[in-house]
Nanobody, 136 residues
Framework: QVQLVESGGGLVQAGGSLRLSCVLSGGSLRLSCVASGCFLSSATMGWFRQVPGAEREFVAGIRWSSGVTSYKDSVKGRFTISRDNAKNTVYLQMNSLKPEDTAVYYC??????????????????WGQGTQVTVSS
C-alpha cells in the first residue's frame, strides 16, 4: 500500500553534489496513516545502493521520530540524511562525490526494527531506485 518514489539522481563530475529525495505516499487503505504521520513515527528510513553483480549495501539511515542517524563509513562527512515530516520526504544530500559512489540508489522503510538496521532484509518497503553516476 505504501509507495516510495526516489528522485534526484543523475550524472555529476567527481567532487560535485546531488540531493536525492524519497517521497512516501499511501494506498487507499493506508493513506490516512501516512498522511497523519503514524507510519513514519515508528520507522527507520534508509538509503541503500547497488552496482551490477554486487549486493545491495547500506548507505545511510535515520530514525524518523528521534532523528538519530547512521552512515556507512565511506560516506561519513560527505553524505547527510534528513527528513521533512510535513512533506513525508527523506533526503540524501551527497557532497564530494567520487566515482566509487556510482550506483543505483534505493530508499527503504523499516517498520519493525527499533534501531537503524544495515541489512536490506530488515526493510519492508522499497522504491524503484534512481541512478547516480559520478564521472572522473
Amino acid at each position: 500500500q505504501v509507495q516510495l518514489v526516489e528522485s534526484g539522481g543523475g550524472l555529476v563530475q567527481a567532487g560535485g553534489s546531488l540531493r536525492l529525495s524519497c517521497v512516501l505516499s499511501g494506498g487507499s487503505l493506508r493513506l490516512s496513516c501516512v498522511a497523519s504521520g503514524c507510519f513514519l513515527s515508528s520507522a527507520t528510513m534508509g538509503w541503500f545502493r547497488q552496482v551490477p553483480g554486487a549486493e545491495r549495501e547500506f548507505v545511510a539511515g535515520i530514525r524518523w521520530s528521534s532523528g538519530v542517524t547512521s552512515y556507512k563509513d565511506s560516506v561519513k562527512g560527505r553524505f547527510t540524511i534528513s527528513r521533512d515530516n510535513a512533506k513525508n520526504t527523506v533526503y540524501l544530500q551527497m557532497n564530494s562525490l567520487k566515482p566509487e559512489d556510482t550506483a543505483v540508489y534505493y530508499c527503504a522503510a523499516d517498520r519493525v526494527t527499533s534501531y537503524i538496521a544495515g541489512k536490506p532484509g530488515e526493510y519492508d518497503y522499497w522504491g524503484q531506485g534512481t541512478q547516480v553516476t559520478v564521472s572522473s
